[in-house]
């Protein structure tokens, strides 16, 4: 059975910085594109970014509104994925999810798993 | 950036009515479309890709039509489990833009 379990959300102050992380089990984890999708309280979802496998050297694509303050990396050995959010604001605000996706071919690489979520909170 | 945009944005229904939703991107996406349906406090499920292929266990009253720029979801004879927020997704260009959801909701 595939899970994805977040952790590492909570309460951090406009400016900070917070980390979440999230270990997947029941699938070959190195074999998957990853991404992180976000949605604030009462809203719809946003995809937040995605990081590659190994073969395609764990690159990156990123929505403009985390593009040089979010990022996304994984470590293969402990079947984790990361999200590290710098320069956070109350816009950020929001359950993060992990989600995994289906494989990396066009056309197929949409999310068919997803973790529970992680809510991080940014108030002063 | 696609701009995806669903209507109508609530939808009230009875069980056993058919409901439509459709999802319209500002641009062609060829056939890189999915739907997901979320429950209160939940997170979403995975419920259709490439337009139109179910995802396994899926219901078959549920269904995916359109093509380019222009996507339905369709809910053949609502059930009591159906009452949801539904949104689409386009996966062919970065970055990878929802919808702004429908709340299916009981009438």
């Known amino acids: 059975e595939v899970q994805l379990v977040e952790s590492g959300g909570g309460l951090v102050q406009p400016g900070g910085s917070l980390r979440l992380s999230c270990v997947a089990s029941?699938?070959?984890?190195?074999?998957?594109?990853m991404d992180w999708v976000r949605q604030a309280p009462g809203k719809g979802l946003e995809w937040v970014g995605r990081t590659r496998d190994k073969g395609h050297r764990y690159t990156t694509e990123y929505a403009a509104s985390v593009k040089g303050r979010f990022t996304i990396s994984r470590d293969d050995s402990k079947n984790s994925l990361y999200l590290q959010m710098n320069s956070l604001t109350t816009e950020d605000t929001a359950v993060y999810y992990c989600t995994r996706v289906h494989q990396q071919f066009p056309g197929y690489d949409y999310l068919d798993y997803w973790g529970q979520g992680t809510l991080a909170t940014v108030s002063s | 950036d696609i701009q995806m945009t669903q209507s109508p944005s609530t939808l009230s229904a009875s069980v056993g009515d058919r409901v439509s939703i459709t999802c319209r991107a500002s641009q062609s996406i060829s056939n890189c479309l999915a739907w997901y349906q979320q429950k209160p406090g939940k997170a979403p499920k995975f419920l259709i890709y490439k337009v139109s292929s179910l995802e396994s266990g899926v219901p078959s009253r549920f269904s995916g039509s359109g093509s380019g720029t222009e996507f339905t979801l369709t809910i053949s004879s609502l059930q009591p489990d159906d009452f949801a927020t539904y949104y689409c997704?386009?996966?062919?260009?970065?970055?990878?833009?929802f919808g702004q959801g429908t709340k299916l909701e009981i009438k």
């Open positions: 997704q386009q996966y062919n260009s970065y970055p990878y833009t």
């Open positions: 029941g699938f070959t984890f190195s074999g998957h594109y």
